[in-house]
């Protein structure tokens, strides 16, 4: 759901493995959504995007799970790389306002 | 096709001054959106406006905050009176249109710092 001020969980992973990051989101009724990546001192980045119709969506490196029946979206990076390095953000889209995750801080160990 | 600018990059304001953000969309993109950030915390929604219309204002603070989206020039997110709580980084969004399917492209924001 929408970030509540909480401080960014950090995940951090060898460089070369693979790499998960969860979201919970907040309204059932979202049909659309996006996972972000952000790096320090830039705006944040579109990755990939998936629909509610859909509950698994590949790009390269790149997959988006979604379980609707419990409100749950996840981000999981391939061979990951020293330049995965960001924080990550899922969001959710029902109807006009995008709305983000708390974001997760991805560190990669060389 | 430049991406979405955003002005100033940097900007220090001291307390009781008042700061203006500015966000010129991608060309195309009709609807705007405002989040603010604090360091290491995630997005928050502030408000969404389309040309000469704010259509959301729900996460803007009620007194000292206001945005608008004229139908010639920049978004401007407008902050009068500014307190140190005020520092953060205020990202600017647009998109072609709303609604499902629609990505919204980010600027580099702006970071405000209250002196």
């Known amino acids: 759901g929408e970030s509540v001020g909480l401080h960014l969980p950090t995940l951090s992973v060898q460089e070369g493995d693979n790499s998960i990051i969860n979201c919970a989101y907040s309204?059932?009724?979202?049909?659309?959504f996006i996972w972000y990546k952000q790096e320090s001192g830039k705006g944040p980045q579109f990755i990939i995007d998936?629909?509610?119709?859909?509950d698994k969506r590949q790009g390269q490196r790149v997959t988006v799970l979604l379980n609707k029946t419990v409100k749950h979206l996840s981000l999981q990076i391939a061979a990951t790389q020293p330049g995965d390095s960001a924080v990550y953000f899922c969001?959710?889209?029902?109807?006009?306002?995008?709305?983000f995750g708390a974001g997760t801080r991805l560190f990669v160990k060389a | 096709n430049a991406g979405v600018m955003q002005n100033p990059r940097h900007l220090v304001r001291r307390r009781g001054q008042e700061a203006r953000l500015r966000c010129s969309p991608m060309k195309g993109h009709s609807h705007v959106y405002w989040y603010r950030q604090l360091p290491e915390e995630g997005l928050k929604f502030m408000v969404y406006l389309q040309k000469e219309n704010i259509i959301d204002e729900s996460g803007m603070p009620k007194e000292r905050f206001s945005a608008e989206f004229p139908k010639e020039g920049p978004s401007i997110l407008r902050i009068q009176q500014v307190v140190r709580g005020d520092s953060a980084a205020y990202f600017c969004?647009?998109?072609?249109?709303?609604?499902?399917?629609?990505?919204?492209?980010f600027g580099q924001g702006t970071r405000l710092t209250v002196v």
């Open positions: 309204n059932s009724a979202s049909d659309y």
């Open positions: 998936i629909r509610s119709n859909m």
């Open positions: 969001a959710e889209t029902g109807g006009f306002k995008t709305i």
């Open positions: 969004a647009s998109s072609k249109q709303t609604g499902s399917d629609t990505e919204a492209f």
